[in-house]
């Protein structure tokens, strides 16, 4: 980690809001390619748990985290209990089982964040899900206690555990703007650890992070993509580089980095399903679809549902909409008359 870099990301941070222990951000369900051809309805919950020891330098995440250094014991569990709750059943007709993300804004496997006293009663709300997916910080699962966290964790379980590691980028000097505190040779071992234990790989890669020339910014991503597939990560996804922290409207001010555009997600999408070899999966991510550049509101929407069949079927699509609106040039987000 970059000392220096790590001062100036907290530096420009904006007032960190409160958070409450116990309280949750909330939940969604969406569908996702099950890699037999058939969709599985994931839901997420957005836990609030204690801050993660790094600081990657385009993460918001710290933002949805607590003030203390722990995250207090049964306050994930009962996060999980309430959102249970409030989560409707699925239809009788629709797939029975579904699987269940827990993010908590940091490292699932760090006891600072999840305290393994608290692993059973995790557990227990968990039951009933085909598959159980965690978020950690690779570097971490190079530690052979961490290894053993994770291998308890699993051992409780009567479904499958998936892991969702960030890589970001193999591009070399995005790597070193991102301040990772990891190398890839870390990353190809976390992934190695987790292989040989049987557990689901699922891998973030950013579009166009900082310090990657805009014109090259597809072609990195598309490549990071396919390291993290031949890695033997059986799920890939692609993730437009947002503002929201503070250092990245810094560096915006400063020339030193632009967002994305829905025409490179597109293209990096269309790039990879036209040469996946049908081992991994790569999906697009498209929560905060209308806020990226280059969309107005007359083809945002069919150009949104696209992308969504895409992510779906795991096969490119033509697009028409590319030769009848020009926004992608003229236009800021769903906003077809302003120019830019």
């Known amino acids: 980690m970059d000392d220096t870099l790590s001062k100036q990301v907290r530096a420009a941070r904006p007032p960190k809001p409160i958070r409450q222990a116990g309280q949750s951000m909330g939940w969604i369900r969406e569908m996702e390619p099950d890699g037999q051809g058939g969709l599985v309805p994931a839901r997420t919950y957005f836990l609030v748990g204690s801050e993660c020891r790094f600081t990657c330098s385009m993460c918001d995440l710290w933002k949805y985290t607590l003030t203390q250094d722990r995250t207090p014991v049964g306050s994930l569990a009962s996060q999980i209990d309430e959102l249970n709750r409030q989560v409707p059943a699925l239809n009788s007709q629709a797939r029975p ?20 006293a608290e692993y059973p009663a995790i557990l227990k709300q968990s039951e009933g899900f085909e598959r159980l997916v965690v978020e950690n910080h690779a570097s971490l699962l190079n530690s052979s206690k961490t290894q053993q966290l994770v291998r308890r964790f699993r051992d409780g379980m009567e479904g499958e555990l998936e892991l969702a590691l960030g890589l970001e980028s193999i591009e070399p000097n995005a790597m070193g703007w991102l301040n990772k505190s990891m190398s890839l040779e870390q990353f190809q071992a976390a ?115 696209r992308m969504q069949r895409m992510n779906n079927t795991q096969r490119p699509e033509a697009s028409e909409v590319k030769q009848l609106c020009a926004c992608d040039r003229q236009c800021s987000p769903m906003s077809p008359e302003t120019t830019i």
């Open 191 to 305: 992934l190695e650890f987790l292989r040989s234990e049987q557990i689901f790989i699922r891998v973030f890669v950013l579009l166009q992070p900082m310090g990657t020339p805009i014109d090259e910014s597809v072609d990195w991503a598309v490549a990071s993509c396919q390291a993290a597939a031949r890695w033997g990560a059986q799920r890939i996804s692609l993730i437009p580089t947002r503002a929201g922290n503070g250092f990245m409207e810094d560096l915006t001010s400063r020339g030193l980095w632009q967002a994305p555009r829905a025409s490179q997600l597109e293209s990096a999408l269309e790039k990879l399903l036209v040469h996946s070899q049908g081992s991994s999966i790569y999906t697009a991510d498209l929560w905060d679809w209308d806020s990226i550049l280059g969309i107005c509101s007359l083809c945002g929407p069919s150009r949104l549902e």
């Open 97 to 116: 089982t579904e699987w269940l993300k827990l993010y908590n804004a940091a490292n699932f496997f760090d006891p600072a964040n999840v305290d393994p």
